[in-house]
């Protein structure tokens, strides 16, 4: 019987952090960076570490049953940041208080979600309209935080105009990490990002920042932090693609030789990626989209033409999932292929199950 306990690792990395590399993050994305593709990653090759999906504060929240476990079972060797998302200094504040207890290496504010379920709610990215209701907030996270204070936010809602601001205000409280989105919450996943404001803000500030934002790939890492001087880079949706990408990026920063995949080991990826996403033993119509909304990602790298990523949203069982999968990745001389080091551009993920009030808050 085929078991996760009797398959070869997924080329496992040294449990290792190489001093001197820049720091690598995983970009927290609801719904998808849970306590089980956490620790997916790391068998794959952890980033140097992980930011929780948010935890939603409002007058009556507790801590997500899902978000505790993340913190309090991590056994990835890598430290964890609790992400919260709000408005209210007094709710934030309990919020805070609540988290402290925890194994948590810091807490990080959310001024970046781009969904509009998520910004009309004046939380998120929604909060860029609002500097003096941020520099609150702020002002009782550095009272409150157990260690490290960080923010993630884009460098605007509509446009750059707040965007100095926001910088003077980050300065003013102290954070101690800054990961920037170099888009407007309005564009979402759209268009080009522009990392001069990664530049600016990591000229601007005195602590560090991570760049973010389509870094599809360890030579793009690189690339980028080298041109912004940014101090490491934070990765969202492409390890999802590519669970290999920490990895990677940790090999080519000290001009290593860096790990390829074949499409023998993304077959094998899938397998994994269908037990950690079944831990509640789900029906295949509950399932199956689940895995859709990975594989959509996954696809851009499998090939150029995009066939595997249109069949594959046809698929409605297990069965013609996983049929699909070995004819795609194993059979026909496929297997010993390379996977795409990054996803082919024309390819497009839309998550079939993911409307414009559903998004990948990344």
């Given at each position: ?218 030579e793009k890492a690189a690339r980028v932090l080298k041109e912004t001087g940014a101090f490491g880079a934070m990765i969202g949706r492409p390890a999802v693609r590519n669970p290999w990408i920490f990895r990677q990026c940790r090999e ?111």
């Amino acid at each position: 019987m085929d078991t996760a306990a009797s398959r070869p690792s997924l080329h496992p990395l040294p449990d290792r952090i190489i001093p001197g590399q820049p720091p690598t993050a995983l970009a927290p994305m609801q719904d998808i960076t849970g306590h089980s593709f956490m620790h997916l990653l790391a068998i794959c090759g952890a980033p140097d570490y992980y930011i929780t999906e948010y935890y939603r504060v409002h007058d009556s929240s507790r801590l997500d049953v899902d978000i505790r476990r993340c913190i309090c079972e991590n056994t990835t060797g890598r430290p964890i940041i609790a992400q919260i998302i709000g408005e209210d200094p007094v709710h934030i504040r309990r919020a805070a208080r609540e988290l402290a207890p925890l194994p948590i290496a810091g807490i990080d504010l959310n001024l970046g979600c781009p969904a509009p379920k998520v910004f009309r709610k004046n939380v998120g990215g929604g909060l860029l309209r609002d500097p003096a209701r941020v520099n609150e907030i702020l002002a009782v996270l550095r009272e409150e935080s157990p260690g490290t204070l960080s923010v993630k936010m884009r460098y605007g809602f509509e446009d750059d105009s707040n965007f100095d601001t926001f910088l003077e205000i980050i300065d003013r409280h102290n954070v101690d990490l800054v990961s920037l989105h170099a888009r407007t919450v309005r564009q979402l996943y759209r268009g080009q990002p522009d990392y001069s404001y990664i530049t600016r803000a990591a000229k601007a500030l005195r602590c560090p920042v991570l760049a973010n934002g389509d870094i599809g790939s360890c030579e793009k890492a690189a690339r980028v932090l080298k041109e912004t001087g940014a101090f490491g880079a934070m990765i969202g949706r492409p390890a999802v693609r590519n669970p290999w990408i920490f990895r990677q990026c940790r090999e080519h920063f000290a001009g290593l030789s860096v790990f390829k995949p074949t499409l023998a080991d993304v077959r094998e990826y899938v397998d994994r990626l269908w037990e950690v996403t079944d831990e509640k033993g789900l029906s295949d119509d509950k399932h199956i989209p689940r895995m859709k909304k990975l594989l959509n990602f996954i696809a851009l790298g499998v090939d150029e033409e995009g066939a595997f990523l249109r069949a594959m949203r046809l698929t409605q069982t297990k069965s013609e999932l996983m049929n699909l999968c070995d004819e795609c990745l194993l059979e026909n001389g496929n297997a010993d292929k390379l996977f795409a080091p990054d996803a082919h551009a024309h390819l497009i993920a839309r998550p079939n199950h993911e409307g414009p009030e559903k998004q990948t808050c990344e």
